[in-house]
């Protein structure tokens, strides 16, 4: 198996400087006895306070790599090291989201929001944050909403307060498994915008897996570009563009060139994997 | 949201919307429902009993079929008041109807129990699905009646052999539904207890039986039907001194309207099993679409 030759992606200026938080090295994983290579050699570090997107045709292991990176299956080759210490299962220091908001439908938006901490440290200590889950729910718009069950809310709230659930438990590292991709564009915009403003106030690592190359340079300070199964990274494009970012910015002409630079690399790595 | 901006700032694209002048009628209207889907649910459900009463009465009339197989409405309906009276002064017919319910809530008692335990074993254990599941299989295809003469044979003519037998058919419909229940939480569910590193008992108590309490109940309801038809079945053929018995002698001293209203009381019996079941559903799966009704009543 060929090494992945990507170096390091060089980061923006100004957070240069930041340490690496997660590390993978030589990370590989094949399914059924090595009979299906879902994924092929990645090495990756990310930096404290960064924000990473990988983006890639489905089926060439991204959702793979989030959850090696999560503790949740164990990699074929190689090792995953978060905050110096090695991955080998759940780690507290992760706060997850996946593409469905998988909230409890017999569990109100507060119990929800607060299962993390319930599952973790006991019910007594999750009533202890709940007015800590109440504030989480109003910053996300969502206040008076914590009675409810999740059948009563619509797609775009269910997410929100799946966004509480991971935040609750004040996660160093946000992994990103398609969050928005079920909620139409608006929706989208807006919690894009929002994700932004919560890893800028609390200097979180953020690693998004996304299929839109937009929401990708919007909220990215690396976009990783991944080849078609076994996937492997091709390249890493470092986003120059200025923090906060704004929606307005979607339309200036850097934005474009961007997108439609990452756009024709994707297709490069269709043809030619 | 997003704005064209051009040199000399945004610039409005849109313009208001014109239509051609013009006067048109009204065009309400409701949509068609056939005049059978409009009846009162209480009309409808008259409507019919009254249909089944004036059919059964028309074949006694017309002596359809001999009138000591088929006795009168009447006649069941004058039985009906015999039956109830005697139950409600505590007569002997009482004693047998708590006969029977004591063997069907002991059965069902043991058929949730072992039924639980076992579907917790081979919906959670690969030892369980491997091992222990094509047993159970093979059981479930026999005819469980078959194993009266056994229990009777093992257990007496007492109330035990007639627990065991409504247990024993009450059992299977609750493994399966509990089995088929812990695998019905979805991948992500999972991933996220994981991901928070939540016990394997965490992950039962707290995820998979709750997500799985609908198939579980749905178990229940099947085997709460179970329980009767085995409690019954057991007195048919073991005798004893429950409301099962009343029937079998009822019946073979061919007083078919003595047998319909028994019948008629022992279903009461059996309703009330099930509208229990159905009541604690409510309570505890509120959040599932099927627990309002018992049947899933999405169209
Ligand atoms: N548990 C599994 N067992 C076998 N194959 C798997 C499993 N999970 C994923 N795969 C395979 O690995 C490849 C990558 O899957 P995935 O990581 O989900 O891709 P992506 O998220 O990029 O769409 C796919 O071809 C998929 O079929
Ligand atoms: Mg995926």
Redesign the interface.
């Known amino acids: 198996m060929m090494q992945s030759a990507i170096p390091v992606a060089e980061q923006p200026v100004g957070r240069s400087l930041a340490r690496p938080v997660y590390q993978l090295r030589n990370v590989s994983k094949s399914y059924g006895f090595g009979k299906i290579r879902a994924l092929d050699p990645v090495d990756l570090d990310l930096r404290q306070g960064s924000f990473s997107s990988v983006i890639g045709p489905s089926g060439c292991g991204k959702s793979t790599l989030l959850?090696i990176m999560?503790?949740?299956t164990p990699p074929t080759t190689g090792s995953v090291i978060l905050e110096g210490k090695p991955v080998l299962?759940?780690r507290?220091e992760?706060g997850?989201m996946?593409q469905?908001a998988?909230l409890?439908?017999?569990l109100t938006a507060i119990d929800n929001v607060l299962?993390?901490i319930s599952?973790?440290d006991g019910k007594a200590a999750a009533n202890d944050r709940r007015s800590e889950a109440q504030a989480l729910l109003e910053l996300v718009g969502l206040k008076g909403f914590d009675k409810v069950?999740?059948?009563q809310l619509s797609g775009g709230m269910a997410q929100r307060t799946s966004i509480c659930r991971m935040l609750i438990t004040e996660p160093q590292v946000l992994l990103l498994d398609e969050p928005f991709s079920a909620l139409d564009e608006?929706a989208r915009?807006f919690m894009n915008i929002e994700l932004q403003r919560i890893c800028l106030s609390r200097n979180a690592t953020a690693f998004l897996i996304t299929h839109s190359i937009p929401e990708a340079v919007l909220l990215s300070d690396v976009v990783y570009i991944m080849s078609p199964r076994p996937g492997k990274f091709l390249e890493a494009v470092p986003i120059e563009l200025p923090r906060p970012r704004t929606?307005?910015m979607?339309?200036a002409p850097e934005f474009g060139d961007y997108v439609r630079y990452i756009r024709s690399r994707l297709d490069e790595g269709a043809v030619t994997a | 949201?997003?704005?064209?901006?051009t040199d000399t700032g945004p610039q409005a694209l849109g313009r208001p919307i014109t239509v051609e002048p013009g006067t048109f009628p009204e065009t309400i209207w409701s949509e068609q429902v056939a005049w059978i889907d409009r009846v009162p649910r209480v009309v409808a459900m008259a409507a019919l009993l009254f249909l089944v009463l004036f059919l059964w009465w028309a074949v006694h009339h017309f002596e359809v079929v001999s009138r000591i197989i088929l006795p009168s409405p009447a006649e069941v309906g004058r039985d009906i008041v015999v039956v109830g009276t005697n139950i409600l002064s505590g007569g002997y017919m009482l004693a047998a109807l708590w006969m029977t319910t004591k063997e069907v809530l002991w059965g069902f008692a043991f058929a949730i129990a072992i039924g639980f335990s076992l579907g917790v074993l081979v919906g959670e254990t690969s030892f369980g699905e491997r091992a222990v599941l094509p047993y159970l299989v093979a059981i479930d295809t026999m005819p469980k009646v078959a194993f009266a003469p056994l229990f009777l044979a093992w257990l007496g003519f007492g109330i035990a052999s007639k627990v065991a037998l409504a247990a024993f058919i009450a059992t299977f419909p609750i493994v399966v539904g509990t089995a088929a229940g812990l695998h019905a939480a979805?991948e992500?569910?999972r991933?996220?207890?994981?991901?928070?590193?939540?016990s394997r008992w965490?992950t039962l108590v707290?995820?998979k039986i709750?997500?799985g309490l609908p198939q579980i109940f749905t178990g229940l309801k099947i085997g709460a039907v179970g329980v009767m038809a085995g409690a019954i079945t057991a007195e048919f053929l073991g005798g004893g001194k429950g409301f099962g018995e009343l029937i079998r002698v009822a019946a073979s001293q061919l007083q078919t309207p003595r047998v319909f209203s028994l019948i008629l009381y022992l279903s009461v019996l059996g309703f009330l099993l099930f509208w229990s079941v159905i009541l604690i559903e409510r309570r505890l799966?509120?959040?599932?679409r099927s627990s309002v009704t018992g049947i899933d009543d999405r169209r």
């Open positions: 959850k999560a503790g949740v299962g759940a507290r992760i997850m996946y469905q998988t409890f439908p017999w299962l993390p599952i973790r069950y999740p059948r608006l915009d929606l307005e979607m339309t | 949201m997003k704005t064209v901006t979805d992500n569910a991933m996220l207890f994981r991901t928070l590193g939540a965490q707290r995820m709750p997500t799966v509120f959040w599932h």
